[in-house]
């Protein structure tokens, strides 16, 4: 059972920049998807980005688009969401998840969540 591990999480301003990670605790497959999801205060969940292991096809939700970069390190079995031009409706807890299949998208696996705040 793969683990994943979130970090970078904090307090920034509007306008800042933050990188968060997620380390898998062993080698995933050409056929993994990764993604970053959120929940803010009050409201679902959401995708934020999700990306292939294999081809890095990327995903994005349009509220981060232009804003936003998913990507992965393959020898580092980490995944990064790296967030520009943050906005105070960008707080919420980001989850990192993995889908074992590429074909059939279920994200089986996640992390614990680290908390981002943007504050006005």
């Known amino acids: 059972q793969v683990q994943l591990v979130e970090s970078g999480g904090g307090l920034v301003q509007a306008g800042g920049s933050m990188r968060l990670s997620c380390a898998a605790s062993?080698?995933?497959?050409?056929?993994?998807?990764m993604g970053w999801f959120r929940r803010a205060p009050g409201k679902d969940r959401e995708l934020v980005a999700r990306?292939?292991?294999?081809?890095?096809?990327?995903v994005y939700a349009d509220s981060v688009k232009g804003r936003f970069t998913i990507s992965r390190d393959n020898a580092k079995n980490t995944v990064y969401l790296q967030m520009n031009n943050l906005r105070p409706e960008d707080t919420a807890v980001y989850y990192c998840?993995?889908?074992?299949?590429?074909?059939?998208?279920?994200?089986?696996?996640w992390g614990q969540g680290t908390l981002v705040t943007v504050s006005e």
């Open positions: 998840a993995a889908s074992p299949s590429i074909v059939r998208i279920q994200f089986q696996y």
């Open positions: 062993e080698r995933t497959n050409g056929n993994y998807v």
């Open positions: 990306i292939t292991w294999s081809g890095g096809t990327t």
